[in-house]
């Protein structure tokens, strides 16, 4: 029984069940095949986390966002400007409590350089209802490229605690058609 | 050796059980059903917060709740009961003295001491900082301290048990080799070391932060050492309630491992591999490389999953041969039909390792892979998971356990014993239903550790579908039904070792159905190559690998539905 020793003592040398074996085989070549599945989609699969990232002072990160509102604002929306930055081009996401900001409009169709830091304390950048999550840390800006395939109105909410006005911190990114 | 101890003779099993060491696994055992009750309660307030239709507690008192909840009953509850299973699984399993007991009590002080004191912090509402407590969000000085108490007080407990196995080594008390469920509670010793080890080296400097010392706690560091700490703690828990399951089987219906080898080869896989999983937190996290999250995710080609996969094929096979040796032969499922439901220790036994297997496990290797958490990372796909691992699997097999732990070493028979016997089923329902309502719920974007999912109070607002919010009732429904079945547990529990009918010195007591343990002499010649069918088994394992894959697919298709990102 499991819970008396061994009848056997020498039990390292008993013949094992070939249920067993033939079990032990397929759960190992399962794993394997679930292994190389991940390194297989890194080069064929189109959904990867990117590899890029820099250590960044939340100031300097709050500079770069201030700068592309500055140049590429289209409107204002409430307490957010909507950017439209260049197809092609650097954009840049700032996670704080309690906004993601600001707001983006990307065009169908074309790839951005997205970049993400925060510039207080961790959050969850996570885009709905397509249920994309990426973790965002303070001092570290990941920088990723994104092509919107589909058009419409997206909402970034918060899904890492930061405090508790965590539940309002929300954001928007428009897809609009390539005009 | 120490002479003023005590033993007495277990007249069922025929062990000799000291007296230090029954005291200890009843003053551990104890606590812990009280922290499962508070924590449990503060969960069913969690659940009806995020059924939008009640919406129980203000924002602020959900996320002191929260943090309550995660560090009641994962690590509390489930620590001091796993010291209670340590204890039994080297002193009593191993007709041994218990090696210095006064620093096993030194263990069950340190773990009380700190257990309070992180209560009392959350409670006085500075320390919202959820279990994970991650930085630059800080609590009080006394959360950090408390956790650190709280596990050199685990550490002193693991010295304990090894101290033990050293006696009884050194003493004779055994032949041969140690039990299976002693090598599993060994596996879970050694993980907990290494556990403990990491709690100590992050939550040190983040105390010393917390109180001025330290400058700067980098967040992403905090994040792979303390989860070395917080995934592996899991996985004490898995080989804590593996070693307990096989501790059932061998208790109820006198099940014997198909095979001592196989078994223990899978529980040496947990120390090797089961560390490696810091990076399942790690998986869409900037500044760390995509082969070192797919390596570790997977513990280096899912090792440590191939030793869990294994377990679900040895411990319902050793339970069908045993059946079968009783004469339970019919077809392919009489064994299964016929076996004794009705026990609850055995009921929820089984219970267990279906949903750690079917809910917890599968979808833990989904969510694992490194792509496919993109589409699952901090949703409530992920506290649906850990329901089903923690809860279905570790909290189940424990409740399954005490209705053995309370006629043996508290010697009370178990009152209600038609509530007992329901308990399990209320339970697990109540669970199943939490695990796959979060998780559909998740699956559908809504995010863990929220308030609010309607967004009323946010400048932007976003709406989710309103399936979204029916998983969400179904999930408070289910937390009623699961708190009910807790409930019927503590009551049960704690009604018998306070009223039970005492049980005498010479007394046997019946743990399975007619023959129980006795029975194990028949069943207990080696069932090796050939002599043994299992075909009950090979059917329901099919039946899982089947699931696995399918889900395992489908997940990927989803994730190939998204924008293009790399």
Same mark, same amino acid.
């Given at each position: 029984?499991?819970?008396?020793?061994?009848?056997?003592?020498?039990?390292?040398?008993?013949?094992?069940?070939?249920?067993?074996?033939?079990?032990?085989?397929?759960?190992?070549?399962?794993?394997?095949?679930?292994?190389?599945?991940?390194?297989?989609?890194?080069?064929?699969?189109?959904?990867?986390?990117?590899?890029?990232?820099?250590?960044?002072?939340?100031?300097?990160?709050?500079?770069?966002?201030?700068?592309?509102?500055?140049?590429? /604002?289209?409107?204002?929306?409430?307490?957010?400007?909507?950017?439209?930055?260049?197809?092609?081009?650097?954009?840049?996401?700032?996670?704080?409590?309690?906004?993601?900001?600001?707001?983006?409009?990307?065009?169908?169709?074309? /790839?951005?350089?997205?970049?993400?830091?925060?510039?207080?304390?961790?959050?969850?950048?996570?885009?709905?209802?397509?249920?994309?999550?990426?973790?965002?840390?303070?001092?570290?800006?990941?920088?990723?490229?994104?092509?919107?395939?589909?058009?419409?109105?997206?909402?970034?909410?918060?899904?890492?605690?930061?405090?508790?006005?965590?539940?309002?911190?929300?954001?928007?990114?428009?897809?609009?058609?390539?005009? | 050796?120490?002479?003023?101890?005590?033993?007495?003779?277990?007249?069922?099993?025929?062990? !000799?059980?000291?007296?230090?060491?029954?005291?200890?696994? %009843?003053?551990?055992?104890?606590?812990?059903?009280?922290?499962?009750?508070?924590?449990?309660?503060?969960g069913l307030s969690i659940a009806l917060t995020r059924w939008p239709a009640v919406h129980l507690l203000p924002a602020d008192?959900?996320?002191?709740?929260?943090?309550?909840?995660?560090f009641d009953v994962l690590l509390v509850w489930i620590i001091f009961f796993e010291m209670a299973v340590l204890y039994f699984?080297?002193?009593?399993?191993?007709?041994?003295?218990?090696? *210095?007991?006064?620093?096993?009590? *030194?263990? #069950?002080? @340190?773990?009380?001491?700190?257990?309070?004191?992180?209560?009392?912090?959350?409670?006085?509402?500075?320390?919202?900082?959820?279990?994970?407590?991650?930085?630059?969000?800080?609590?009080?000085?006394?959360?950090?301290?408390?956790?650190?108490?709280?596990?050199?007080?685990?550490?002193?407990?693991?010295?304990? #048990?090894?101290?033990?196995?050293?006696?009884?080594?050194?003493?004779?008390?055994?032949?041969?080799?140690?039990?299976?469920?002693?090598?599993?509670?060994?596996?879970?010793?050694?993980?907990?070391?290494?556990?403990?080890?990491?709690?100590?080296?992050?939550?040190?400097?983040?105390?010393?932060?917390?109180?001025?010392?330290?400058?700067?706690?980098?967040?992403?560091?905090?994040?792979?050492?303390?989860?070395?700490?917080?995934?592996?703690?899991?996985?004490?828990?898995?080989?804590?309630?593996?070693?307990?399951?096989?501790?059932?089987?061998?208790?109820?219906?006198?099940?014997?491992?198909?095979?001592?080898?196989?078994?223990?080869?899978?529980?040496?896989l947990y120390i090797l591999f089961l560390q490696l999983a810091s990076a399942h937190h790690l998986l869409v996290e900037p500044?760390?490389?995509?082969?070192? %999250?797919?390596?570790?995710?997977?513990?280096?080609?899912?090792?440590?999953?191939?030793?869990?996969?294994?377990?679900?094929?040895?411990?319902?096979?050793?339970?069908?041969?045993?059946?079968?040796?009783?004469?339970?032969? %019919?077809?392919?499922?009489?064994? @299964? !039909?016929?076996?004794?439901?009705?026990?609850?220790?055995?009921?929820?036994?089984?219970?267990?390792?279906?949903?750690?297997?079917?809910?917890?496990?599968?979808?833990?290797?989904?969510?694992?892979?490194?792509?496919?958490?993109?589409?699952?990372?901090?949703?409530?796909?992920?506290?649906?998971?850990?329901?089903?691992?923690?809860?279905?699997?570790?909290?189940?097999?424990?409740?399954?356990?005490?209705?053995?732990?309370?006629?043996?070493?508290?010697?009370?028979?178990?009152?209600?014993?038609?509530?007992?016997?329901?308990?399990?089923?209320?339970?697990?329902?109540?669970?199943?239903?939490?695990?796959?309502?979060?998780?559909?719920?998740?699956?559908?974007?809504?995010?863990?550790?929220?308030?609010?999912?309607?967004?009323?109070?946010? @400048?932007?607002?976003?709406?989710?579908?309103?399936? *979204? #919010?029916?998983?969400?009732?179904?999930?408070?429904?289910?937390?009623?039904?699961?708190?009910?079945?807790?409930?019927?547990?503590?009551?049960?529990?704690?009604?018998?070792?306070?009223?039970?009918?005492?049980?005498?010195?010479?007394?046997?007591?019946?743990?399975?159905? *007619?023959?129980?343990?006795?029975?194990?002499?028949?069943?207990?010649?080696?069932?090796?190559?050939?002599?043994?069918?299992?075909?009950?088994?090979?059917?329901?394992?099919?039946?899982?690998?089947?699931?696995?894959?399918?889900?395992?697919?489908?997940?990927? %298709?989803?994730?190939?539905?998204?924008?293009?990102?790399?």
């Amino acid at each position: 029984m499991a819970i008396t020793p061994p009848s056997e003592r020498i039990w390292w040398k008993e013949p094992v069940h070939k249920v067993e074996i033939i079990w032990v085989i397929v759960a190992f070549l399962w794993g394997v095949a679930m292994f190389f599945t991940m390194i297989w989609w890194h080069g064929f699969g189109q959904q990867n986390m990117s590899n890029e990232a820099y250590r960044v002072q939340p100031f300097q990160f709050a500079e770069k966002v201030d700068a592309m509102v500055a140049a590429h /604002t289209v409107r204002q929306e409430g307490a957010f400007p909507v950017v439209k930055p260049p197809p092609g081009s650097d954009v840049y996401m700032m996670g704080r409590v309690y906004m993601w900001w600001p707001m983006l409009e990307l065009e169908k169709g074309q /790839t951005y350089r997205l970049h993400l830091s925060s510039i207080d304390l961790q959050h969850g950048f996570s885009l709905q209802p397509l249920n994309i999550n990426i973790q965002v840390h303070p001092g570290y800006e990941s920088v990723m490229t994104i092509t919107p395939t589909s058009s419409g109105e997206f909402g970034i909410v918060c899904n890492e605690y930061c405090g508790l006005g965590h539940h309002t911190m929300t954001g928007r990114i428009y897809v609009v058609e390539r005009t | 050796m120490n002479t003023s101890s005590v033993f007495r003779t277990c007249p069922t099993t025929g062990l !000799r059980v000291h007296d230090a060491a029954e005291n200890l696994i %009843k003053a551990n055992a104890v606590v812990a059903v009280v922290f499962l009750l508070i924590g449990g309660l503060f969960g069913l307030s969690i659940a009806l917060t995020r059924w939008p239709a009640v919406h129980l507690l203000p924002a602020d008192w959900f996320y002191l709740a929260l943090t309550a909840h995660g560090f009641d009953v994962l690590l509390v509850w489930i620590i001091f009961f796993e010291m209670a299973v340590l204890y039994f699984a080297s002193a009593v399993l191993l007709n041994c003295r218990l090696a *210095a007991p006064r620093w096993a009590w *030194a263990q #069950f002080g @340190l773990m009380l001491v700190g257990a309070v004191m992180v209560n009392v912090a959350v409670l006085q509402g500075n320390s919202s900082v959820m279990f994970t407590s991650y930085p630059p969000l800080q609590a009080s000085p006394w959360f950090y301290l408390g956790l650190i108490l709280f596990a050199v007080g685990a550490l002193i407990g693991c010295a304990v #048990f090894f101290g033990t196995l050293v006696i009884a080594k050194d003493e004779k008390t055994y032949e041969g080799s140690v039990p299976l469920v002693t090598f599993g509670a060994i596996t879970a010793a050694i993980i907990a070391v290494f556990t403990l080890a990491s709690g100590a080296i992050i939550l040190i400097p983040t105390w010393l932060w917390s109180v001025g010392i330290v400058s700067n706690i980098d967040p992403l560091m905090y994040k792979l050492v303390w989860w070395g700490m917080g995934h592996s703690s899991q996985q004490i828990n898995v080989s804590a309630h593996v070693a307990v399951w096989y501790a059932i089987g061998a208790m109820v219906l006198g099940a014997k491992p198909i095979s001592e080898k196989v078994s223990r080869t899978a529980f040496l896989l947990y120390i090797l591999f089961l560390q490696l999983a810091s990076a399942h937190h790690l998986l869409v996290e900037p500044g760390v490389s995509s082969s070192w %999250k797919i390596f570790n995710t997977s513990y280096a080609m899912y090792l440590a999953v191939l030793g869990s996969m294994i377990h679900g094929l040895t411990v319902p096979g050793s339970i069908e041969a045993a059946q079968r040796a009783k004469g339970f032969n %019919k077809g392919m499922f009489e064994w @299964l !039909r016929k076996a004794p439901w009705g026990n609850p220790a055995f009921a929820g036994m089984f219970l267990s390792l279906v949903m750690f297997g079917f809910l917890g496990g599968i979808s833990g290797v989904v969510m694992g892979t490194e792509q496919i958490n993109l589409i699952m990372h901090n949703t409530l796909y992920v506290p649906g998971h850990f329901h089903a691992t923690v809860v279905a699997g570790t909290t189940l097999a424990f409740m399954a356990i005490t209705y053995l732990l309370v006629p043996l070493i508290f010697r009370r028979e178990v009152i209600f014993p038609k509530v007992a016997k329901l308990q399990p089923y209320v339970f697990a329902i109540g669970i199943a239903g939490i695990s796959l309502f979060m998780m559909g719920a998740g699956t559908l974007g809504v995010p863990r550790r929220h308030w609010d999912i309607t967004f009323a109070d946010a @400048l932007t607002s976003f709406q989710f579908s309103p399936a *979204a #919010f029916l998983m969400l009732a179904l999930n408070g429904l289910s937390a009623i039904l699961a708190a009910l079945g807790g409930a019927m547990y503590i009551v049960v529990v704690v009604g018998s070792v306070l009223f039970g009918r005492r049980i005498g010195d010479t007394e046997k007591v019946q743990l399975g159905p *007619a023959t129980g343990t006795q029975a194990a002499a028949a069943v207990a010649s080696y069932g090796s190559a050939g002599t043994l069918r299992i075909p009950g088994t090979v059917v329901l394992v099919g039946v899982f690998f089947v699931s696995f894959v399918l889900y395992y697919f489908v997940n990927w %298709k989803y994730l190939a539905e998204l924008w293009p990102l790399k």
